[in-house]
């Protein structure tokens, strides 16, 4: 009998060392977790725009000439779901004061809705890709850095246009009343003024002017003309034109 116990108690000898080393693993595993440091908080700001309710940063430090745009306006880190429409009344102004089309100012944002636009999204890329643009209406530094002198946000920055899409529309629409200023008074291709805008807008002061005296626009440039076509009639519902 006691022969048989002993036996007994060697058969459970190796189940309790491994039930201890397990025990021990375990343990160790959380407590390696539990000391992990918490990943740093991004320093993009996160509230949902909606077309007539906008959320303002604080403004940064201007010349007391600056105007209007010395704060950002919509400051958006924007939710998972962005739509031009949400910011129907930013463009309807923003056309207003700069004497454009508010229809191709919806469109061309319509047409540049083709990749994720949340700030950490562009500027993770633009890391990959330094001369990527920035901001809803996705515009490139040089652009931005030329249609900003002598309007009221000359002191903003490029960087400033993924976190402030009111600043990105504004932005986007000096840009094209200065390309329609540089159309000539009549052209020879069969274009209305806002698809030579958009045209510009795509690919250039230049290139605009070349599509104008009737060179034809090569697949990206045709393909853009396209899409706005396309977003023509959206656009204008958009902005209560349709």
């Known amino acids: 009998m006691e022969d048989a116990r002993v036996s007994r108690l060697r058969r459970w000898i190796p189940v309790v060392v491994l039930a201890l080393a397990l025990y021990v693993i375990v343990r160790a595993a959380n407590n390696s977790q ?23 940063s604080a403004p940064p430090s201007a010349p007391p000439s600056v105007a209007s745009s010395a704060a950002p306006s919509v400051s958006t880190k924007t939710s998972p779901r962005y739509d031009p ?72 920055s490029w960087e400033e246009l993924p976190d402030d899409r009111d600043l990105a529309i504004e932005a986007e629409a000096w840009y094209l009343h200065d390309l329609a200023a540089a159309l000539p008074a009549t052209w ?33 440039a045709q393909s853009y003309l396209d899409k706005l076509r396309a977003n023509w009639a959206k656009a204008a519902r958009a902005v209560g034109e349709g």
């Open 85 to 156: 429409a949400d910011y129907a009344s930013q463009v309807r102004s923003r056309a207003r004061r700069a004497g454009v089309d508010a229809r191709l100012l919806m469109a061309i944002l319509y047409n540049e809705a083709y990749k994720p636009h949340a700030p950490s999204l562009e500027r993770a890329w633009q890391k990959v890709k330094p001369d990527a643009a920035f901001g809803i209406a996705n515009m490139h530094r040089a652009t931005f850095d030329e249609v900003k002198k002598g309007r009221d946000f000359v002191h903003r």
């Open 188 to 220: 020879s291709a069969p274009y209305t003024e806002d698809e030579l805008l958009a045209l510009g807008y795509n690919t250039g002061a230049g290139n605009m002017l070349a599509f104008a005296r009737g060179v034809t626009p090569g697949n990206q």
């Open 34 to 56: 539990g000391d992990s440091s918490a990943p740093a908080p991004t320093d993009t700001p996160t509230p949902t725009p909606t077309a007539d309710a906008t959320t303002r």
